[in-house]
């Protein structure tokens, strides 16, 4: 009896950049404006000469509305694609229980066009349908895997979470940075960590960190110029 080689009873054991990029895209995002928004808003008001205690109250107003704000939409949104993918796969459904044969010519079909022979695209199509026919014609004909598939709890809730935890950062500012140095202390500590969120998400999807922390400066340094100066005008004016 012929004996396996070793590497025929190995796991699949690769790892793609495309596993983490869905779930990493949604925290660096929620994290990169709960520091952008909040730390603008903290600028804008220390600029404007409020004292520390009403920074603080502003910082945290904004947090949890930001947050709240941020679950919310991400819910919607990612809801509205939940929908969309169980309409289809109700449709998929029907019309594999009304029209099997022609669901299986249209997966061969499918697979011909990938670059298989009409006879092994056949097998191949068959042999799934066997298996999961609506698996087969989710994946290969609607695009939907179980990785990949809308979770609009999931996704509320992650925003909702990296949204505070990126505050934190502009909030921890305000507090322990002297009276007179709010704003400078929170435009520091943000801009740091705003390179640090650009440069984790270059990383995320394979890009140069560089040019993801440069990203994030440039934008980041933009919100917080601009509410400082709107800040100090308002706050000479008044």
């Given at each position: 009896?012929?004996?396996?080689?070793?590497?025929?009873?190995?796991?699949?054991?690769?790892?793609?950049?495309?596993?983490?990029?869905g779930w990493m895209r949604a925290m660096v995002l929620g994290a990169n404006d709960g520091t952008i928004s909040v730390a603008s808003l903290v600028v804008g008001i220390a600029a404007a000469g409020a004292g520390r205690s009403e920074i603080l109250?502003?910082?945290?107003?904004?947090?949890?509305?930001?947050?709240?704000?941020?679950?919310?939409?991400?819910?919607?949104?990612?809801?509205?694609?939940?929908?969309?993918?169980?309409?289809?796969?109700?449709?998929?459904?029907?019309?594999?229980?009304?029209?099997?044969?022609?669901?299986?010519?249209?997966?061969?079909?499918?697979?011909?066009?990938?670059?298989?022979?009409?006879?092994?695209?056949?097998?191949?199509?068959?042999?799934?349908?066997?298996?999961?026919?609506l698996a087969a014609h989710a994946r290969d004909e609607l695009g939907l895997t179980e990785h990949l598939r809308a979770r609009p709890v999931?996704?509320?809730?992650?925003?909702?979470?990296?949204?505070?935890?990126?505050?934190?950062?502009?909030?921890?500012?305000?507090?322990?940075?002297?009276?007179?140095?709010?704003?400078?202390?929170?435009?520091?500590?943000?801009?740091?960590?705003?390179?640090?969120?650009?440069?984790?998400?270059?990383?995320?999807?394979?890009?140069?960190?560089?040019?993801?922390?440069?990203?994030?400066?440039?934008?980041?340094?933009?919100?917080?110029?601009?509410?400082?100066?709107?800040?100090?005008?308002?706050?000479?004016?008044?």
């Open positions: 009896m012929a004996q396996q080689h070793p590497r025929a009873r190995r796991h699949h054991s690769e790892h793609h950049r495309t596993d983490r990029v109250l502003s910082g945290v107003a904004a947090t949890v509305a930001g947050a709240l704000s941020m679950a919310a939409g991400e819910y919607v949104s990612v809801q509205s694609q939940a929908d969309t993918e169980q309409a289809d796969l109700a449709r998929e459904r029907m019309e594999l229980h009304t029209d099997p044969a022609g669901e299986l010519i249209e997966l061969t079909d499918i697979y011909v066009e990938r670059g298989l022979e009409r006879e092994l695209a056949a097998q191949v199509a068959l042999q799934l349908m066997r298996h999961d026919p999931q996704a509320a809730l992650s925003s909702a979470a990296s949204f505070i935890l990126g505050s934190l950062v502009p909030i921890l500012a305000i507090l322990l940075a002297p009276a007179g140095r709010i704003a400078a202390a929170t435009t520091l500590t943000a801009l740091l960590v705003l390179a640090g969120l650009g440069a984790l998400a270059a990383w995320a999807g394979g890009a140069s960190l560089r040019q993801g922390a440069l990203r994030m400066l440039v934008w980041g340094a933009l919100a917080m110029g601009l509410t400082a100066a709107v800040g100090k005008l308002f706050g000479t004016t008044v």
